[in-house]
């Protein structure tokens, strides 16, 4: 077998050549027509029709086969729409011009090729050149063909590959395209204006989630990557804009894992005059509305189970959650030291700061996520680990507030909003507190946020929601990786790659 470095070396002595030509690396071709546009226009066209059309046509991409018969020769080129197949000949594109191609060019160039349209004795339909260009001379050698790129880390360190190698991965990332594109669509067809908030903040907030931290030398100043968009959003509410969502990036400390990175992208949206039950129907027909757009209205397969989305979720409280799916009694539901011994036995540990609120959901989290497979509304959550949502009215102890559970992962989290300064002011102080006490991921005092509810957020709802994990869903992805089209990876130790 011969050596990377071998070929990397007989490369680098053909493009020495190339550049010599004083022809190198081109700029002034101009393709006619996508691999995709030819294939399209030649459906039902036998070799004889094709003969009689002369159509002419001129496509560049780059060399993903390569068969040389003497005096003529086959090259597929591959562009973004898909693959053809060009023949060359040396009578037709000359001999120049055919031994620059037998000699300088290899699986991987970029070329670019004019010719007629013409179908093969074997039907495949083929652009017979008339003139021919490499491009690109190319130094790295391609994955071999039928076996492609296998490495895992390979493919998400260099996604440039990858791409080149799969039309599998090329295809997850055009679907994640199509849903950005259809979740805008949805929002703008209901008067939802698109904003942009600050990704740096001066205070962390927004979630409860470790915080990025940064610093401005100019100003000298300490600042935060965003945990989340929220209080800018409602800020605008408050300004007036009673109906907004933004798609962006958020950032946050925590570790990676196949749903977990900590750069991703997020849904965010505010809804004034409306509360968390508009948002749980809002939500049902954003994803029957994606489900229609990315897959023609047919259920998600994912990783082997049905998912539904024209069908209406299932609905239950945390507190129901928890009693379905462990031996908790319901009596021992606000029983501090039944659920601390509970988690205990999982193995989760308890911080002495935690109300039954807290505790609760830690259970939650431990025994009930992972099991909602089919799309569920857990709603009620407790108010210790809601410090932006509105109280619910027969119950203070939980809020109006719900996530959507798919696949035994969180989808979206959604309230109706607490427009209360005084509330919120306290809750902000009870976050402060347990920051105090160690807890990195606890919210400021946003003194500013006070003061914009204090000139009035009128009664809202608001919904975030993980355009990461959706597109998981809809491409059957197992992890975020293969969604991001640069994951977060330790850097490469020397001598890799």
């Known amino acids: ?16 050549r190339w550049l010599g030509d004083a022809r190198s690396y081109p700029n002034g071709f101009r393709r006619e027509a996508f691999a995709r546009d030819l294939h399209v226009a030649a459906e039902g066209k ?40 060009c023949y060359l ?14 000699d300088l060019w290899d699986i991987g160039d970029i070329v670019a090729v004019s010719g007629e349209l013409m179908r093969t004795n074997k039907g495949e339909l083929t652009v017979h050149a008339s003139s021919i260009e490499l491009l690109n001379k190319t130094l790295r050698p391609l994955p071999e063909k039928y076996h492609g790129l296998v490495d895992q880390e390979t493919k998400y360190r260099q996604r440039y590959l990858d791409l080149i190698m799969s039309a599998e991965s090329r295809r997850v990332f055009e679907i994640r395209s199509v849903l950005t594109s259809a979740i805008r669509e949805f929002f703008s067809s209901r008067d939802f204006m698109e904003v942009e908030t600050p990704m740096m903040h001066v205070l962390p907030g927004g979630a409860i989630a470790r915080p990025f931290s940064t610093h401005h030398n100019s100003l000298d100043l300490d600042l935060f990557l965003r945990v989340a968009p929220e209080l800018f959003l409602k800020r605008l509410v408050v300004g007036g804009f009673e109906r907004v969502f933004e798609i962006n990036r958020n950032f946050r400390n925590e570790g990676l894992s196949t749903r977990h990175n900590p750069e991703f992208t997020m849904l965010e949206f505010y809804w004034a005059y409306h509360d968390f039950e508009d948002l749980i129907a809002l939500t049902q027909d954003l994803l029957a509305h994606l489900a229609n757009r990315i897959l023609d209205g047919q259920p998600i397969n ?22 379905r799916f462990t031996e908790l009694p319901e009596s021992d539901l606000k029983n501090h030291e039944k659920l601390s011994a509970m988690l205990t036995g999982l193995n989760v540990r308890v911080e002495d700061a935690w109300g039954p609120g807290k505790l609760l959901t830690e259970l939650f989290e431990a025994r009930v996520e992972e099991r909602l497979e089919q799309p569920t509304f857990i709603t009620h959550y407790p108010t210790e680990v809601s410090p932006l949502s509105r109280r619910n009215d027969d119950d203070p102890d939980v809020t109006d507030r719900f996530e959507l559970f798919v696949s035994g992962r969180e ?87």
């Not at 000949?89 to 037998?102: L, N, T």
């Not at 994912?302 to 009693?323: C, H, N």
């Not at 909003?417 to 347990?434: S, T, V």
């Not at 006070?450 to 197992?478: C, H, K, Q, W």
């Open 411 to 497: 989808i979206a989290n959604g309230f109706s909003e607490l427009n209360d300064p005084a509330d919120q002011a306290e809750r902000f102080r009870a976050q402060m507190e347990a920051r105090a006490g160690g807890d990195v991921e606890a919210m400021t005092y946003d003194e500013d946020y006070i003061r914009a509810l204090e000139y009035g957020l009128p009664p809202s709802a608001g919904e975030g929601i993980g355009i990461d994990r959706l597109v998981m869903l809809f491409t059957n992805s197992p992890s975020i990786r293969d969604v991001l089209l640069f994951p977060l990876m330790r850097p490469e130790s020397k001598g890799d790659g």
């Open 1 to 16: 077998m011969t050596d990377e470095h071998d070929i990397i070396s007989t490369r680098r002595d053909k493009l020495t």
């Open 89 to 102: 000949r040396k009578d037709d594109v000359g001999d120049m011009a055919y031994e620059a191609f037998e």
């Open 46 to 85: 036998d070799k004889a029709t094709l003969e009689t059309e002369a159509f002419s046509t001129a496509v560049c991409g780059r060399v993903m086969l390569r068969r040389v018969m003497g005096k003529a020769s086959f090259i597929t080129l591959q562009d973004v729409t898909g693959q053809i197949q």
């Open 302 to 323: 994912y990783q082997g189970t049905e998912i539904d989305f024209s069908k209406p979720a299932e609905r239950m409280t945390m507190a129901e959650s928890v009693l």
